[in-house]
């Protein structure tokens, strides 16, 4: 991976308007992306048919495209990464769905993920769904679990991007997945 410091700096210089950053940014970030996006898919089930490459490039042309973002560092920038990854895939899995009326959704693997125990899989859609219901109640718990399971990134890293301690980021890591995996549960328990 990067060093922090690296991208943090070219992140920097690109919002001051140094193109040449960007194009010293560009490898940098799309390795990331990549890697980040592989170690995701990897979690699907084996016939799921978005490849990385196509996830990378998504997110990589909607990343760049923001304008009006002012990067803070690597971290910040990995965060938006993971909600445009988020998004790209819920509504992949919606659109899926939706051509095939109840056809396949994604299915994630998160007890390896987050530890749900007694959950084998789990469709994205369910989580996302889970999620967006945390966020009414913890916004902070939901974005620490989607920085962390979209994006990849450390606890430090999202107590980071949170501003928020490393205790308090594994406090509410400890409670989100908790109330994820009833959360989870119960629509799987609903479902049948």
Same mark, same amino acid.
Not at 19 to 34: N, R, S, T, V
Not at 142 to 158: P, Q
């Given at each position: 991976?990067?060093?922090?410091? *690296?991208? +943090? @700096?070219? !992140?920097? *210089?690109?919002?001051? &308007? ?5 194009? $010293? ?41 923001? $304008?009006?973002? /002012? ?19 819920? *509504? ?7 051509? /095939?009326? &109840?056809?396949? +959704?994604?299915?994630?693997? !998160? *007890? ?10 789990? %469709?994205?859609?369910?989580? %996302? @769904? ?5 966020? $009414?109640? %913890? ?12 994006? &990849?990134?450390?606890?430090? @890293? ?13 406090? %509410?890591? +400890?409670?989100?997945?908790?109330? !994820?995996?009833?959360?989870? $549960?119960? &629509? ?5």
């Amino acid at each position: 991976m990067v060093g922090n410091s *690296n991208v +943090t @700096e070219l !992140l920097i *210089n690109w919002n001051k &308007g140094d193109e040449a950053a960007l194009e $010293k940014l560009l490898p940098l970030i799309y390795q990331e992306l990549h890697l980040l996006a592989s170690r995701y898919l990897r979690r699907e089930r084996p016939n799921h048919t978005i490849q990385t490459t196509a996830l990378v490039h998504e997110a990589y042309l909607r990343l760049i495209d923001q $304008k009006q973002v /002012k990067w803070q560092n690597r971290a910040h920038f990995f965060a938006i990464a993971a909600q445009m990854m988020r998004r790209i895939l819920t *509504n992949y899995a919606r659109d899926q769905h939706a051509a /095939k009326r &109840g056809g396949k +959704t994604i299915r994630v693997e !998160l *007890n390896e993920a987050i530890a749900l125990p007694n959950i084998q899989d789990l %469709d994205l859609i369910a989580l %996302d @769904e889970a999620l967006n219901e945390l966020s $009414k109640t %913890d916004q902070r718990k939901s974005r620490l679990i989607e920085l962390w399971f979209f994006a &990849g990134l450390t606890l430090e @890293e999202t107590a980071e991007v949170l501003e928020i301690s490393l205790a308090t980021a594994k406090r %509410d890591w +400890t409670l989100a997945r908790a109330w !994820l995996y009833r959360s989870i $549960k119960k &629509g799987a328990d609903n479902e049948n």
